[in-house]
């Protein structure tokens, strides 16, 4: 554990509760891996401008955007990698929801000027049922670029609710392509490296770092391959892994 030199968290369902709150616990926990010079890293499915926001005492170096399709260097107020959607695909897909009335999201290229270009790095789709899930996916399946990178955790566990979110990027998209690159950008071994996460979304990240902590609310695909299984993200699990495992073990 002490010879980590970079961290990198998810977000929903990992480093914040429920209520979507970073609580005091694991911001201070977070400060602590800061201070030992370790490098902070947000990854999401979620789009920059959103991720920034718990960017809280500017604890963060850089963050991992929409399932790994934007890398941003907050410090330097710079865009190191990013990736883009098919056009095509994009239009099919459009045109598939605009038949079903199903309601698309594109997150499109934001840089700190707030112009906004044509290229997109993510889809969001918000299905209202199972079964619209169950279709898009055929339908996403059969095109050529273009791939299902998240669904919503209640999909997996049939829970009725009123809305999926799915996210659909460029095939060779995913956030383990994007923490490879950071790395290799940083020159850290993967050895080196931790990470946290709690969805099927992380499972490319898990397979690029040395260390795999999944949260106890997480997918159990995550646990099969994850080093260790902290508390839930509602217990703070992020911090009582830091507390216990690594600034226990080094004091």
Do not use: P
């Not at 002490?2 to 998810?10: H, L, V």
């Not at 883009?84 to 459009?94: L, T, Y």
């Not at 950008?185 to 993967?190: G, P, T, V």
């Amino acid at each position: 554990m002490k010879d980590i030199k970079i961290a990198f968290f998810d977000i929903d369902g990992t480093l914040t509760n429920s209520k979507q709150e970073l609580t005091e616990n694991v911001i201070n926990s977070l400060r602590y891996l800061k201070n030992k010079g370790i490098i902070l890293v947000l990854t999401s499915g979620r789009w920059d401008s959103y991720i920034l926001k718990y960017n809280k005492d500017n604890l963060f170096d850089y963050i991992i955007a929409n399932n790994g399709a934007e890398i941003y260097d907050i410090n330097n107020n710079k865009v190191l990698y990013e990736e883009f959607m098919d056009k095509i695909d994009i239009n099919i897909i459009d045109s598939y929801c605009n038949e079903n009335n199903i309601e698309m999201i594109n997150n499109t290229y934001f840089n700190r000027s707030n112009n906004i270009i044509d290229n997109i790095y993510q889809s969001v789709i918000i299905c209202k049922s199972i079964q619209e899930v169950d279709d898009l996916k055929q339908y996403v399946n059969e095109l050529n670029n273009t791939y299902i990178s998240y669904i919503s955790f209640a999909y997996y566990k049939k829970i009725t609710k009123n809305s999926y979110t799915i996210n659909i990027n460029n095939k060779i998209t995913n956030k383990g392509k994007s923490v490879k690159y950071m790395l290799d950008y940083l020159n850290i071994d993967k050895e080196n490296s931790i990470c946290f996460g709690d969805n099927i979304n992380d499972l490319d990240m898990f397979n690029n770092v040395g260390i795999k902590v999944c949260m106890d609310n997480g997918s159990n695909k995550l646990k099969e391959l994850s080093d260790y299984i902290t508390l839930s993200n509602d217990e703070d699990g992020v911090a009582y892994f830091i507390n216990n495992y690594i600034k226990n073990r080094e004091d």
